[in-house]
């Protein structure tokens, strides 16, 4: 069954400081992840997309990482600020031909002054 | 350029009615889809549209029915609401399966 597993549930962080979100998952075949930001009452949006070939993938102080062998992805935010706080979401794509994707359940992130 | 658009934002149904969410995308992507996210869980694919005029069962399309009403538009009917259908709706749509999707906004349906 493909899954995706999403840890912590919860975090809590001081403004300015940084933070890893981790993201693991058994879905195959493998055919890209994605993390998504959602703020509370939006939907969600698109901060990174990586596939098979690509480690690494930045979108500003948010950088993605992959690791297909282990199948774990991480999401890094620097610097966090009070805007950071949100949900975030690890997608995994696979059957490529069909664009069918498991979600994770999304990790809460609360930036505090 | 308005994105995903989704209409009603808030709805209440009484169990058995009927009713039709309304999604529409002016980005010229080909596919469509249907999410709906309980508290706590992930976001679960109901139908989704590959291109104009295909439609697909997705996770948990049971209670559920759509139309890909042209290029732009892609509806999601529940033709007798029950209680366990209360959730958010999400739309989205992307230019091919493998790209980023673009969100709506959402659509809170209460059902009593």
């Known amino acids: 069954k493909n899954q995706v597993e999403q840890s912590p549930q919860s975090l809590i962080i001081l403004e300015g400081k940084n933070c890893t979100l981790q993201c693991n998952y058994t879905v195959s075949p493998f055919s890209n992840l994605r993390w998504y930001k959602q703020d509370t009452g939006r939907g969600p949006v698109s901060l990174t997309i990586m596939t098979f070939s690509e480690n690494t993938k930045s979108n500003g102080r948010y950088t993605a990482t992959l690791d297909a062998d282990t199948k774990q992805s991480s999401l890094h935010i620097t610097a966090s600020q009070l805007s950071d706080s949100a949900s975030y979401i690890c997608v995994v794509g696979y059957n490529t031909n069909a664009g069918k994707s498991t979600f994770g359940d999304g990790t809460t992130l609360t930036v505090k002054p | 350029n308005a994105g995903v658009t989704q209409t009603p934002k808030f709805q209440v149904l009484k169990t058995g009615q009927s009713m039709t969410l309304q999604c529409a995308q002016d980005?010229?992507?080909?596919?469509m889809y249907w999410y709906r996210q309980d508290p706590g869980m992930g976001l679960r694919l109901i139908y989704y549209s590959a291109s104009e005029g295909t439609t697909d069962k997705g996770e948990v399309p049971n209670g559920y029915n759509v139309s890909r009403l042209n290029k732009r538009e892609f509806s999601l009917r529940l033709e007798s609401a029950a209680p366990s259908q209360t959730s958010v709706y999400f739309c989205a749509s992307n230019q091919d399966r493998v790209a980023e999707q673009y969100f709506g906004p959402g659509t809170r349906l209460t059902v009593t």
């Open positions: 980005m010229n992507h080909n596919s």
